[in-house]
């Protein structure tokens, strides 16, 4: 016969530590401020030699859906200043390309997500 006791007060404190590392409890609100940090990064303009319309910086929205991020901009020729189409001429002029900032985000998320874990299963 096996017989397996289990410790009540450690029962809850395991039941609370798995709760927090529930999606919706742990990966949703990094997410939502990942998607914050990568506006706030594309918004403001770098210097440069001709007047800002303020356009670009005022299109970026980020959108949490359940456990998905929204995150874009809006303005028909951001492609061609911060995306996959970014032209030299932009580049060259200070402006970031939207997925490498994502990227180190994403990044910055991560080490995030793991200081928590390590937090959780001391």
């Known amino acids: 016969m096996i017989s397996i006791l289990?410790?009540?007060?450690?029962?809850?404190?395991?039941k609370v530590a798995l709760d927090k590392t529930m999606p919706g409890k742990l990966v949703?609100?990094?997410?939502?401020?990942?998607?914050r940090n990568v506006v706030g990064v594309?918004?403001?303009?770098?210097a440069g030699p001709y007047q800002r319309t303020g356009h670009l910086g005022q299109s970026w929205y980020n959108v949490m859906h359940g456990?998905?991020?929204?995150l874009g901009d809006t303005a028909d020729y951001?492609?061609?200043?911060v995306g996959d189409y970014q032209q030299l001429y932009h580049a060259k002029h200070g402006w970031k390309r939207v997925f490498d900032v994502?990227?180190?985000?994403?990044?910055v998320m991560v080490d995030r997500i793991e200081?928590?874990?390590e937090s959780i299963w001391r």
Request: proline share 8%.
């Open 6 to 14: 289990v410790n009540e007060e450690d029962y809850r404190e395991l």
């Open 28 to 35: 949703t609100p990094e997410l939502d401020t990942m998607g």
């Open 42 to 46: 594309m918004r403001p303009y770098p």
């Open 67 to 70: 456990y998905t991020l929204d």
């Open 78 to 81: 951001s492609g061609y200043v």
């Open 102 to 107: 994502i990227e180190q985000q994403l990044s």
């Open 115 to 117: 200081r928590k874990l």
